[in-house]
């Protein structure tokens, strides 16, 4: 079956402008996960959603960062007033999240460059 | 935040095994280990999961000590294909209650041929 998509799977923007980043998870999946891979770093959480539920939304850098899911389906994660250090690559990622066994399969990622 | 480490990188030679080995000392009770291996410009693929003692699949052998404060990831006979970062991920139940999943710092294995 289709597999985590995400879109654009480039994003340039500059200093100062909003960006929206969007992910569609496996159908049927209710977990729904954004992580941050800077040039050369590790993955860094961001967010999780378990279905209707509201988020924990510590992760996020600033609040500059927002992140939504609409319907328990697809999720835009929302950067404001971009920083150069937001240039990054962002993957969502879905899971079953019925147990404790939620692995977690990942789209390709956005790679976002702020000039 | 609990602090997941590895080994920053290894190198093999095609046809041996390979161990990685996961640091996890904030593990929660009930969570899982995962091992994902991460080609360049690419998400993060699904290698192998377990809880506790040993779990193996088509690809690789995870061992898990009874404290489950490591983990080590093994892949018999590797081919220069093998070539990635491997990261373990656990699952760290903070103060506030709710989940936060920390990656490893992630293992660059460089298989020679």
């Known amino acids: 079956g289709a597999g985590v998509s995400q879109s654009p799977s480039n994003k340039v923007t500059e200093k100062g402008k909003d960006v929206e980043l969007r992910c569609d998870p496996i159908?049927?999946?209710?977990?729904l996960y954004w992580y941050r891979q800077s040039l050369g770093q590790g993955l860094e959480f961001l967010i999780y959603?378990?279905?209707?539920?509201?988020?924990?939304k510590s992760g996020l850098p600033s609040d500059r960062f927002s992140a939504e899911r609409t319907g328990g389906s697809v999720s835009t994660l929302t950067i404001q007033r971009t920083q150069q250090e937001d240039s990054a690559v962002y993957l969502c990622?879905?899971?079953?999240?019925?147990?404790?066994?939620?692995?977690?399969?990942f789209g390709p990622g956005t790679r976002l460059t702020v000039l | 935040l609990a602090k997941t480490t590895q080994p920053i990188s290894m190198d093999s030679y095609e046809g041996q095994e390979v161990n990685i080995t996961c640091s996890h000392n904030?593990?929660?009770?009930?969570?899982?280990i995962t091992w994902y291996q991460q080609f360049p410009s690419q998400g993060p693929r699904f290698i192998i999961q377990?809880?506790?003692t040993k779990v193996t699949n088509e690809v690789a052998s995870l061992f898990i000590p009874a404290d489950r404060k490591s983990s080590t990831l093994s892949l018999p006979r590797v081919s220069l294909s093998d070539t990635a970062v491997y990261y373990c991920?656990?699952?760290?139940?903070?103060?506030?209650?709710?989940?936060?999943?920390?990656f490893g710092t992630g293992t660059r294995l460089k298989v020679l041929a």
């Open positions: 990622a879905s899971s079953h999240r019925t147990s404790w066994t939620d692995t977690q399969y």
């Open positions: 159908s049927g999946h209710t977990a």
């Open positions: 959603f378990q279905g209707n539920s509201a988020p924990d």
């Open positions: 904030n593990i929660a009770t009930n969570d899982y």
């Open positions: 377990g809880y506790k």
């Open positions: 991920l656990v699952g760290d139940l903070g103060t506030s209650g709710t989940y936060k999943y920390i």
